[in-house]
């Protein structure tokens, strides 16, 4: 048994707003994945990265999704964690 994907893409193509669009779907894990995340499949290759579904209208909900990138404009907050335990103010004795 190996402990690496072997992926084997099929390519399929879906209408996406009236047009036609490829996208891959794996024979052996049963998922697509988005061309657009993940254009290495298109090729054959295994993407460093992308996004993976079990259906096609999840699939198709991500490529609609795709025209306002919702996770590129969402803002991270940086979270400031205060130590504990370590020295303690001298003052509140």
């Known amino acids: 048994m190996s402990s690496r994907w072997a992926s084997r893409w099929e390519l399929i193509k879906i209408t ?3 047009r036609q669009e490829t ?3 794996d024979q052996e ?3 697509y994945l988005c061309p ?3 254009p290495e ?5 295994i993407p460093t990265s992308g996004s993976y579904f079990f ?3 999840d699939l198709l909900n991500h490529l609609l999704a795709h025209r306002y990138e919702l996770w590129n404009k969402k803002k991270h907050k ?3 964690v205060e130590e504990e335990g370590g020295e303690e103010d001298e003052d509140e004795e």
């Not at 499949?41 to 290759?45: D, F, R, S, T, V």
């Open 16 to 18: 996406v707003n009236g």
């Open 23 to 25: 996208v891959c779907y």
């Open 29 to 31: 894990t049963k998922l």
């Open 36 to 38: 657009r995340c993940g």
């Open 41 to 45: 499949c298109l090729k054959g290759g």
């Open 55 to 57: 259906n096609q209208q």
């Open 78 to 80: 940086e979270v400031e």
